[in-house]
């Protein structure tokens, strides 16, 4: 089985700062595309950011200049670091990833969410 753990989530004043990580473990050949979403209540989730195998970054418009999204494939690891962070941002953030169980089979896999309340 393979498991996503988020943490680093908490509250923030406006303004400020979070780093997200998300850890898989379990049986991994490798992992494809990796990224974090985020769902606030009453909306649906929404991508925030994305990052491939070699590296390449894709983020949303809202994201873009304030969100840096990295990886460590040793690690199976994914990482955001959120600055300049505004109250509309609350939300529970969810990490989720394409991971190749063997030659054959790709799952996508969800984590269980991290909250993240923007308040001063």
């Known amino acids: 089985q393979v498991q996503l753990v988020e943490s680093g989530g908490g509250l923030v004043q406006p303004g400020g700062s979070l780093r997200l990580s998300c850890a898989a473990s379990?049986?991994?050949?490798?992992?494809?595309?990796m990224g974090w979403y985020r769902q606030a209540p009453g909306k649906q989730r929404e991508l925030v950011a994305s990052?491939?195998?070699?590296?390449?970054?894709n983020y949303a418009d809202s994201a873009k200049g304030r969100f840096t999204i990295s990886r460590d494939n040793a690690k199976n690891s994914v990482y955001l670091q959120m600055n300049s962070l505004k109250p509309e941002e609350t939300a529970v953030y969810y990490c989720?990833?394409?991971?190749?169980?063997?030659?054959?089979?790709?799952?996508?896999?969800w984590g269980q969410g991290t909250q993240v309340t923007v308040s001063s």
């Open positions: 989720n990833a394409d991971i190749r169980r063997n030659t054959y089979l790709v799952i996508n896999y």
């Open positions: 379990g049986t991994i050949f490798s992992i494809n595309d």
């Open positions: 990052i491939t195998s070699g590296g390449m970054t």
